[in-house]
């Protein structure tokens, strides 16, 4: 069978290969612990599992409109209002399959081919992809440990082009937990909006910024210059609601009608229950998330006091999310030459599974996921630091 080029060029998962080898070692009666973990390590807050219930009861099982029931975007609406102070309208919202689906239909809908897309690296994997399906070039903005792990208006204009046309931004971020303030996003979307290009602001991660460090958002942008702002966020990761799949965008009238239309010809509303659970969670009381703020941000204080003890390992301390990524390509040898023969190693002599930062274009790191109790945490970095000391 001849598959599409657009298939052809997309990148298989690189955290296939270690994924297969773990699973493996674990048939061979191995202990093997995962720190490659993409979500939170716990089941979403109970009022949210009974709404779901309460749905199948209903039998709330039909088709609803394309970008949701109007009284879940409204409670979307009031997500925005109480953490940003914007209310946006209905017609400035639309739902879909997790932020993904909504990332992958923006790029779709803004990009002809040959477009660029500023991509600021490392990067979530699944940028670059979403932009070549699309048929556009994604031009990575690289930034190390050093920087960390943080672009500025000055080096995002060395690689613009007269192509560029998105901007992707995403604070904080996966894979390496860094975080914009207010002041630092504001001054690279001043530059964005300045050079004309469409802003992507992809806040995920959102109700993960642990304090001192505070919220901060694309909204303002939204608010001043609506046709070239649209803001993706879900239910994923502050509500540990994964498989549910609860992605939303807010963004001009007409570039939701756009995501609708796509939609409505590709995958129409998203999971009637998943709408059920999505407004309970909205609606419903908030202390979940303060609660998981609490105990990521002590993982994430425990493994770093681990990590930053192991020699030639560079790792900033992030504001956001639930990963880390340290630089130890300082520990490369004659054997070891990349993130994935590091990453291989480490699963075979540690027993420890991490995801090679190749796979998020910086092959100098490996991410850890804090995303799981912090005994076991706390024993996986210990047998990866005596891993690294065997070296
Ligand atoms: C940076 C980033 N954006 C978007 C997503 C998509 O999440 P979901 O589709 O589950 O909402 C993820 C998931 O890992 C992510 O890490």
């Known amino acids: 069978m001849q598959f599409s080029d657009r298939i052809n060029q997309v990148s298989p998962s690189a955290t296939l290969t270690i994924n297969s080898r773990a699973a493996e070692l674990r048939s061979q ?41 109007p009284e ?10 109480f953490y940003y102070g914007v209310e946006p309208e209905n017609r400035m919202l639309t739902t ?5 689906q909504g990332l992958y239909n923006l790029m779709q809908i803004l990009l002809n081919p040959g477009d660029e897309v500023l991509i600021p690296g490392p ?4 940028y670059p992809d979403m932009v070549k399906l699309a048929a556009g070039n994604p031009v990575i903005v690289p930034s190390s440990a050093e920087q960390n792990f943080q672009v500025e208006p000055g080096l995002l204009e060395e690689y613009i082009s007269k192509d560029t046309k998105v901007l992707v931004i995403n604070s904080p971020s996966n894979p390496t937990g860094a975080h914009y303030s207010q002041r630092d996003l504001d001054a690279i979307l001043d530059w964005a909006i300045n050079k004309g290009l469409f802003i992507i602001s992809d806040e995920i991660y959102d109700q993960l910024v642990y304090p001192p460090a505070k919220q901060s958002s694309a909204v303002k942008w939204f608010e001043s210059h609506p046709e070239n702002v649209a803001i993706v966020n879900g239910l994923s990761k502050s509500f540990a609601m994964t498989g549910i799949r609860v992605g939303f965008v807010m963004a001009d009238p007409g570039v939701i009608s756009n995501l609708n239309k796509l939609q409505g010809q590709s995958t129409s509303n998203i999971c009637s229950i998943a709408q059920y659970a999505a407004l309970e969670a909205l609606q419903g009381p908030h202390d979940f998330l303060q609660d998981s703020r609490k105990l990521f941000s002590q993982r994430r204080d425990r493994a770093l ?5 192991w020699s030639g ?23 070891i030459q990349d993130s994935t ?10 027993g420890v599974a991490l995801v090679p930062g190749v796979a998020f274009g910086d092959d100098d790191c490996i991410r850890i996921s804090y995303a799981l109790d912090e005994d076991t945490l706390v024993n996986a970095l210990q047998k990866v630091e005596q891993a690294f000391q065997d070296l």
């Open 29 to 69: 009666g191995r202990d093997v612990v995962s720190l490659a973990a993409g979500e939170p390590d716990f089941s979403p807050p109970e009022n949210v599992m009974q709404a779901m219930k309460q749905a199948v009861d209903a039998k709330h099982t039909g088709y609803t409109p394309v970008p949701g029931l």
């Open 72 to 81: 879940l975007l409204k409670a979307v609406s009031g997500y925005f209002s």
């Open 96 to 100: 879909t399959n997790g932020g993904k």
């Open 123 to 126: 990067y979530w994997v699944s």
């Open 305 to 309: 006091k681990i990590i930053q003890d």
């Open 313 to 335: 390992v560079t790792c900033p301390k992030p504001d956001g999310a639930f990963y880390l990524f340290p630089e130890i390509s300082s520990l490369y040898n004659g054997k």
């Open 341 to 350: 023969q590091m990453c291989t190693y480490l699963l075979e002599q540690a």
